[in-house]
């Protein structure tokens, strides 16, 4: 089956970087849709940026002029840019993606397990 496979998490000094990825892998035919979700300890889930063929990328406010959400069509991989990290941005992130498999052609939705993302001094 279709896997996301995320990279990149750990701990960060607040004002720095990380740079998340996120690789598919299996029978890919197309990815429509690809974006970073993050939760925080006693939140909900929330859309933190994603890109869609097609469209310009989408931002969460609290992300806009920080992050920057890219895509490498021919590694089926996403990536999170993260700069000037704060505290708030601490929490599991998860990458998502609209996937259409070569055996069936039904677009489904895959999540990766997650990786933590650790903003403290």
């Known amino acids: 089956q279709v896997q996301l496979v995320e990279s990149g998490g750990g701990l960060v000094q607040p004002g720095g970087s990380l740079r998340l990825s996120c690789a598919a892998s299996?029978?890919?035919?197309?990815?429509?849709?690809m974006a970073w979700y993050r939760q925080a300890p006693g939140k909900e889930r929330e859309l933190v940026a994603r890109?869609?063929?097609?469209?310009?990328?989408d931002y969460a406010d609290s992300v806009k002029g920080r992050f920057t959400i890219s895509r490498d069509n021919a590694k089926n991989t996403v990536y999170l840019q993260m700069n000037s990290l704060k505290p708030e941005d601490t929490a599991v992130y998860y990458c998502?993606?609209?996937?259409?498999?070569?055996?069936?052609?039904?677009?489904?939705?895959?999540w990766g397990q997650g990786t933590q993302v650790t903003v403290s001094s």
């Open positions: 890109i869609t063929s097609g469209t310009a990328p």
């Open positions: 998502y993606a609209n996937i259409r498999r070569r055996d069936y052609y039904i677009s489904q939705q895959y």
């Open positions: 299996g029978s890919i035919l197309e990815i429509n849709r």
